[in-house]
């Protein structure tokens, strides 16, 4: 077999083996299907989660309590033993970072673009709000799961990669390169203990593995709908502040 013939070969398994994979869009359709439906996300305004953090290999353990309402309002206040109040937010675009080590720092560019995505209310189910192209690249056991690969290219910032469970359709990892105050790191992180708020299936565990360490956030309590005032969502004085 000579190279014009072995390459034509090639190709054409390739497109064959491209054209068996379902599509990015069913299967992320799929998911917000698994976890609850358009409907549940859409009875969804307002959730505040309360959990823990653990950083086990530094014999860490703190709290940690989300605030979220629409359409992209978000607090994370976390209490952190020897680390002190972390706090981080979005509210009218802006977000920040406030804590008692470095202070207070106001996020751009693709730093700012990553934090909002994720501050989107019932981000799941409006992902084609967040992102400018999906596609379905292959096949990948994760744990022992047999899971599709879809890759996610947002309008601003690196491409996300979501693994999710042919059996299920749940969200299983995720992997990524977060940009941060020290640069680009890759991270990666696995969704597990999926447990159903309001009518939405959530994950209740998220071990995320970046920079050589791992941090384990365990969600105990979601209650959806709760009444959170406006002003829970005011920049801090100290935040106000650093964009002068």
């Known amino acids: 077999m000579n190279r014009r013939t072995l390459l034509t070969v090639l190709c054409a398994a390739t497109w064959a083996s491209a054209a068996d994979l379902p599509s990015a869009e069913s299967l992320l359709d799929r998911f917000v299907e698994a976890t609850g439906g358009k409907q549940a996300y859409a009875g969804h305004q307002t959730e505040v989660a309360r ?3 653990e950083m086990a290999a530094m014999g860490i353990k703190g709290t940690l309590v989300r605030y979220a309402a629409e359409p992209d309002h978000y607090l994370v206040v976390m209490e ?3 680390i002190g109040r972390v706090l981080s937010g979005v509210k009218d675009g802006v977000a920040w970072e406030l ?3 470095m202070g207070a720092r106001v996020k751009s560019g693709v730093e700012r673009a990553e934090a909002l995505r994720e501050a989107r209310f019932n981000s799941y189910a409006v992902w084609r709000d967040l992102y400018l192209k ?5 096949e990948e056991a994760v744990d022992g ?3 599709y690969k879809v890759v996610m290219t947002p309008a601003e910032g690196s491409a996300e990669t979501v693994y999710l469970s042919k059996a299920t359709g749940l969200g299983v990892k995720l992997t990524l390169t977060a940009s941060t105050q020290m640069g680009d790191l890759p991270a990666e992180m696995r969704f597990g203990d999926y447990k159903r708020f309001g009518g939405v299936l959530m994950p209740t565990r998220l071990t995320e593995r970046s920079a050589g360490q791992e941090i384990v956030f365990v969600l105990e309590s979601v209650e959806v709908n709760a009444a959170i005032p406006a002003t829970q969502f005011d920049l ?3 935040v106000t502040a650093a964009r002068n």
Request: charged share 25%; hydrophobic share 20%; proline share 15%.
């Open 99 to 101: 804590t008692d080590l």
């Open 145 to 147: 799961e047999d899971c």
């Open 80 to 82: 952190i033993p020897g």
């Open 51 to 53: 959990g823990t953090v």
């Open 236 to 238: 801090p004085p100290e």
């Open 134 to 138: 999906v596609e379905t690249t292959g």
